[in-house]
């Protein structure tokens, strides 16, 4: 085989192999956890805080986390904005309230007290 073409050969052996490893996602625990709350009556719906974040600060939505700290749910929120900059907002998943938000160029589209 020709240099080129074993090189080839091992760039797609290469490749294929990497698809044949599983892709690590959340945790199907972490789901579950977050579907229970939610029946529960612990927290609002994704959806909803979705919503109210899109109306509130205009960017892209990059990623979303449903944690708890010290019995609190909180909906930590990545948003990309179309300058570039990255803000972090976090909610109280159970009222919607902002408890912080970080990030450079973090003005707000409406000025909601709460997210609902």
Known sequence: ???????FACLVAALLWCLAIPVTTADDGDHDRARL???AGE?????????S???AYSGQIV???????????IYEIE????????VKIKLDA???????????DIE?????????
Do not use: N
């Open 63 to 73: 990623e979303v986390e449903l944690d708890r700290d010290d019995g609190l749910w």
């Open 94 to 104: 159970t009222e919607g309230t902002l408890l912080g938000i970080k990030g450079r």
């Open 1 to 7: 085989m020709a240099p080129v073409h074993r090189s």
């Open 108 to 116: 707000r589209t409406t000025q909601p007290e709460r997210i609902h």
């Open 53 to 55: 974040v899109e109306s």
């Open 79 to 86: 948003l990309l904005r179309s300058s570039g900059a990255l």
């Open 37 to 39: 709350a939610f029946e």
């Open 43 to 51: 927290i609002m719906p994704l959806r909803t805080i979705i919503d």
